[in-house]
T-cell receptor
């Protein structure tokens, strides 16, 4: 079983749709959680950190459930520019950083 | 301005011929990471430095080595590249561990002939 597992995708949605991605992690020592975005043949870039209380940044909302070891990302009002691969990242305090395989989103006109 | 720089962007080497990839940062971050990313797969952490302390992932092959001569620079040495080592190699930095954001360089795409 992988340490970090994401929805396999791909997700193909129309503009304006709401889409949700899920991620589960197996290491109970995990301390920090992030969503990164990676465009084709580019490096990953931070989308948002994920806090226990949940956090929102514009159209993006991230949630963390430590008891269930589960992270989610919700994108509202999808734009064409949201098309990318979304990577769930889980860190331990020791510096071990584990990426999920990513979920590919394509937003269509 | 680029904050994490990787050189070269594209590297072609021959099977078994040693190759060195370079990463530099202008952020003065304590931590530098090397990841390997193959097509349609997640970036896989190879190792990281916290300052001068080297931390190797348990499943990183001995063929991969790293050097960090100073805060700004970190090198990835592949001693005897095999065909399976062809991948994108990503360097990242962060101020500290765990809670801090990682900033990635643009990557070096390695081809092994």
């Amino acid at each position: 079983r992988k340490e970090v597992e994401q929805d396999p995708g791909p997700f193909n949605v129309p503009e304006g749709a709401t889409v949700a991605f899920n991620c589960t992690y197996s290491n109970s020592a995990s301390q920090s959680f992030f969503w990164y975005r990676q465009d084709c043949r580019k490096e990953p870039k931070l989308l948002m950190s994920v806090y226990s209380s949940g956090n929102e940044d514009g159209r993006f909302t991230a949630q963390l459930n430590r008891a269930s070891q589960y992270i989610s990302l919700l994108i509202r009002d999808s734009k064409l520019s949201d098309s990318a691969t979304y990577l769930c990242v889980v860190n331990t305090n020791a510096g071990k950083s584990t990426f999920g395989d990513g979920t590919t989103l394509t937003v269509k006109p | 301005d680029a904050m994490v720089i990787q050189n070269p962007r594209y590297q072609v080497t021959q099977f078994g011929k040693p190759v060195t990839l370079s990463c530099s940062q202008t952020l003065n971050h304590n931590v530098m990471y090397w990841y390997q990313q193959k097509s349609s797969q997640a970036p896989k952490l190879l190792f990281h430095y916290y300052d001068k302390d080297f931390n190797n992932e348990a499943d990183t092959p001995d063929n991969f080595q790293s050097r960090r001569p100073n805060t700004s620079f970190c090198f990835l040495d592949i001693r005897s590249p095999g065909l399976g080592d062809a991948a994108m190699y990503l360097c990242a930095t962060s101020r500290g561990l765990a809670q801090d954001t990682q900033y990635f360089g643009p990557g070096t795409r390695l081809t092994v002939l």
